[in-house]
């Protein structure tokens, strides 16, 4: 089966500071990776996506970036804010989306 | 919000039961994709329906079941409803089978 995992289930930043939250796939065959962000009691919201062509991508103070080689993916949010705080997943596509577990991003004030 | 919407909120039904779950996937999306959140875990896949014919299915039994209408709504189906069950059941539209799926709020399923 796939393998879709995060390397820390929780995370705990200061408000202002910038957030780096990683996933590890084991799939050499997906070629198109998802990050979400779910708030309690709602549904996945889309982030950024990045295509196994590219090895960067930014968008709205967040930025993606994929090795392939070691099978990497992280997201980056800069200067992050209390809204921010939520359950981030990484999903990678090859046949279908496998989903990480998660994690937890907690935003001090 | 994303535009794709999911009936009801919430549910609560026995074992044994049969469930239909509703969702109304975004316009000009043609894919819909159905997953299973249990309590602090990610989304499991358990099939996707492009232009109403099933395309993919994860590791889930035949009692999971769903259906893809002309207008790209969709309905899962779950037969002789098991505990385990209960979970989150969340629905994505997306404008093609490998494309950027939008979710739904979801559906909270619970099963005594």
């Known amino acids: 089966g796939e393998s879709v995992g995060l390397h820390l289930p929780t995370l705990s930043v200061q408000e202002g500071d910038n957030s780096i939250i990683n996933c590890a796939y084991s799939?050499?065959?997906?070629?198109?990776f998802i990050w979400y962000k779910q708030e309690s009691g709602k549904g996945p919201q889309f982030i950024i996506d990045i295509r196994s062509n590219m090895d960067k991508r930014q968008g709205q103070r967040v930025t993606v970036l994929l090795n392939k080689t070691v099978k990497h993916l992280s997201l980056q949010i800069a200067a992050t804010q209390p809204g921010d705080s939520a359950v981030y997943f990484c999903?990678?596509?090859?046949?279908?989306?496998?989903f990480g577990t998660g994690t937890s991003l907690t935003v001090i004030p | 919000e994303t535009g794709v919407t999911q009936s009801p909120t919430h549910l609560i039904k026995t074992r044994g039961q049969q469930v239909t779950l509703r969702c109304s996937s975004q316009?000009?999306?043609?894919?819909v994709s159905w997953y299973q959140q249990a309590l602090g875990q990610g989304p499991q896949f358990i099939f996707q329906?492009?232009?109403?014919?099933?395309?993919g299915r994860g590791n889930f039994p035949p009692r999971f079941s769903g259906l893809q209408f002309p207008n790209y709504s969709s309905e899962l189906n779950v037969n002789a409803l098991e505990l385990d069950d209960s979970a989150l059941y969340l629905c994505?539209?997306?404008?093609?089978?490998?494309?950027?799926?939008?979710f739904g709020p979801g559906t909270r399923l619970t099963v005594l």
């Open positions: 994505a539209s997306s404008p093609g089978p490998k494309a950027e799926q939008f």
């Open positions: 999903a990678e596509n090859s046949d279908q989306f496998y």
């Open positions: 316009s000009g999306h043609n894919t």
């Open positions: 799939n050499s065959a997906s070629d198109y």
């Open positions: 329906y492009y232009r109403e014919e099933e395309n």
